[in-house]
Each structure stands twice: as C-alpha cells, then as structure tokens.
C-alpha cells in the first residue's frame, strides 16, 4: 500500500492512546508516524526487504509495549507506538499488489521478505497495487479518527497525508513511464 495509508492506519491505531493519555499524546501519534514511514525508506535498496521484518517488528512489538504499558513515558510510549506501526505498515504489505514498479501487471507474488522463514510472503492483492483506488479508500476510511478526534500538528499530517494520498492515486499509473524514461536519459547522458 502507499506510504500515506500506512500513515493514516498508524494514526488511527495510535488515537484512542493520545486521547486516553494526553500526556504522551504528541509522542505516541509521532512514534505511528515514524513506524508506519521507516519500513518504506527501504525503495532505495531492495523495496520490502531491506527494512520490512513482518515477524520481527511483530515480536518486538510485544515487550514494546508491555514496557510502555508498565512504564508509559513518552519515550517509551513512542517507541512502543513506532514498532506496532511498522509491524501493522509490513502486515499491510503482504494485503496489498507485490513490490514491482507495475504491479498491476502481476508479474511476481512477492510482497514482503520475511527474514526469519527466509522467504517472501505471498501478495494478497486485497487492495490491487499501491495508489489504487482501494488504496485510496483505505486512506480515506483511516483517516477519519485521527480526523475528528485530534488536533493541531496531528490534524494537519492527517490532510498533508491524505492530500498525497489523492495525488500518488492521480499519478500512480503514470510513474513507472517517467522512471522509465529519466532512466532512458540518464542511461544516454543526456
């Protein structure tokens, strides 16, 4: 799925902890944030495998937050909420197309490597590709809590996500023409 839904499923994971402990709201909404956008980092490598450990941050995810749960301060809150949402951004993965530059064309399964089984998980395609319109959908629907509920920074990520969200969809289909072509020209050095 696209980096803005799993940003908008991170927040709205993390909304009823902001609103139930006030206190560690801004680092628990910044700490979904961060892990729904860190497994992604991984497009400049080997997209969904370099970054994206569907059972590691699942695991780790457990002691996060019993440590938080039992010691709730904001840094710990926050990494508790970092790892959760990476766990969910690589679950998420593996729901939606496979990892190529066209995965409307289905040419692999792959979604996401999984390090321990040393193995790719199989694409769901529940949601087509990312940036399909049930991408979008997804995005819209997760945004409406973190939307209504909170404020301030929180709300303004939620439209500036939502707002990319709307373009990547725009746009989607037209990407891997234009990364074709700059590789054309950088390939010719013109």
């Known amino acids: 799925m696209m980096l803005p839904t799993h940003v908008l499923v991170g927040m709205s994971l993390a909304t009823p902890v902001a ?30 495998r370099t970054l994206h450990f569907p059972t590691g941050y699942a695991v780790a995810a457990i002691p996060a937050t019993g440590v938080a749960v039992v010691s709730p301060t904001s840094t710990l809150v926050g990494i508790a909420a970092g790892v959760v949402a990476a766990a969910v951004h690589c679950r998420m993965d593996v729901y939606g ?11 692999t399964d792959h979604a996401v490597y999984d390090h321990v089984r040393g193995d790719w998980q199989p694409a769901k395609r529940w949601i087509r590709y990312d940036g399909s319109g049930s991408d979008l959908l997804v995005s819209l629907v997760a945004a409406i809590p973190p939307a209504l509920l909170l404020s301030g920074s929180a709300r303004t990520v939620v439209i500036g ?7 990547y969809t725009a746009f989607r289909r037209r990407i891997p023409d234009l990364v074709d072509a700059m590789s054309d020209r950088i390939g010719h050095g013109s």
Do not use: K, T
């Open 19 to 48: 609103l139930a402990v006030p206190g560690v709201a801004p680092a628990v909404i910044a700490g979904a944030v961060v892990g729904s956008i860190a497994p992604d980092l991984d497009v400049v490598a080997h997209h969904r």
């Open 97 to 107: 197309g496979s990892h190529e530059l066209r995965p409307w064309e289905r040419n």
């Open 161 to 167: 996500a939502l707002a990319i969200a709307l373009l």
